[in-house]
C-alpha cells in the first residue's frame, strides 16, 4: 500500500493480535514494523498452547520484532518465565507489566531483566508517575518498549495526548534507547496522534488496520458512498412508508 501520508509517518505500526493467519497477511504490508500479543488476545483466539503457539509464530515471523507476555503474577516466577521466552528467538520482546495483580511495583524484575540484556516491553501503563518510575528502574544500555495504554485512559474522558508527549519528554531524559508505544488505540486517527507526539511506536488491531485505505479519502466522495449506502441497505430491507 503506497499513500503519501502513510509513507510520512516516522512512528512505526505494529500488528495487535493473536491469529496466526491474520499476522502472517499483516506481514506482507510493509506499513507493519512488528508484533504484538498478550494473553487475552491468545485466550480470546482459543490458544492453549502458549509456547506451540509462539514458537509457530516465530518460525514464520523472523526478522520483526514479536512482543510475547509473561503470565504468572509472583516476580520469581515472571522472571524465570521472561528468560524462557527471550530465548526463543532473537527478535522476542518480552512483555512485563508494571505490577502484579497485588498493585507490587516490578521495577525490581525490570531493572534484573534489562541489565541481563533482556529486551522489555514494560505494558499496562497508565500514569506518567509509573513512566518515570520505569525509566529509573530499567537499564538505559539496554533497548526497550514502554508501552503507555492512551487507548484505556481515553475511555476515561481524558485526553492522552498530553500525557502522552510528557511521556516522551521523560524518556528522552532518561532512556534514550526506549521506544514510547502508544497501546490499546481506538481510532485510525490514533496513528496520527501517536507520530505527533513523538512515539516509537503504535500497537493496532486488525479491525483499525483495516480502515488504512481511507486515509486521505477526499471528504465530499466518502459522503456521496454514505448516502448510497443508506439508501441501498434501506430498499435491500425493503422500507416502506405510506404517505
Do not use: H
Not at 507493519?32 to 494473553?39: H, L
Not at 516509537?200 to 486488525?206: E, H, K, S
Amino acid at each position: 500500500m503506497s499513500n503519501a501520508v502513510l509513507d510520512n509517518l516516522k512512528v512505526k505500526i505494529f500488528a495487535d493480535g493473536a491469529d496466526i493467519n491474520g499476522m502472517l497477511e499483516m506481514k506482507k504490508n510493509p506499513l507493519i514494523k512488528g508484533f504484538t500479543t498478550n494473553p487475552t488476545l491468545m485466550c480470546k483466539a482459543g490458544i492453549s498452547d502458549y509456547e506451540a503457539f509462539a514458537r509457530d509464530v516465530l518460525d514464520q515471523i523472523t526478522e520483526e520484532p514479536v512482543s510475547f507476555e509473561v503470565f504468572a503474577d509472583e516476580f520469581d516466577e515472571m522472571g524465570a518465565q521472561a528468560l524462557k521466552i527471550a530465548s526463543w528467538g532473537k527478535n522476542v520482546n518480552v512483555k512485563i507489566p508494571v505490577m502484579n495483580t497485588k498493585r507490587e511495583f516490578a521495577g525490581p524484575l525490570l531493572e534484573r531483566l534489562s541489565a541481563e540484556g533482556v529486551v522489555l516491553n514494560v505494558t499496562a501503563i497508565m500514569t506518567n508517575e509509573q513512566v518515570k518510575a520505569i525509566a529509573e528502574a530499567i537499564d538505559p544500555n539496554t533497548a526497550s518498549i514502554i508501552s503507555v495504554f492512551a487507548g484505556r485512559i481515553a475511555d476515561t474522558g481524558r485526553d492522552p495526548v498530553p500525557l502522552m508527549n510528557e511521556a516522551n519528554e521523560i524518556l528522552k531524559d532518561l532512556q534514550p534507547k526506549a521506544d514510547l508505544l502508544w497501546a490499546s488505540p481506538r481510532e485510525l486517527l490514533n496513528i496520527f496522534q501517536a507520530d505527533e507526539t513523538g512515539c516509537g511506536i503504535i500497537t493496532v488491531t486488525n479491525d483499525v488496520l483495516k480502515k488504512l485505505g481511507t486515509v486521505g479519502k477526499d471528504l465530499d466522495d466518502f459522503s456521496a458512498e454514505t448516502v448510497q449506502m443508506f439508501y441501498d441497505d434501506a430498499c435491500a430491507a425493503g422500507f416502506k412508508i405510506d404517505c
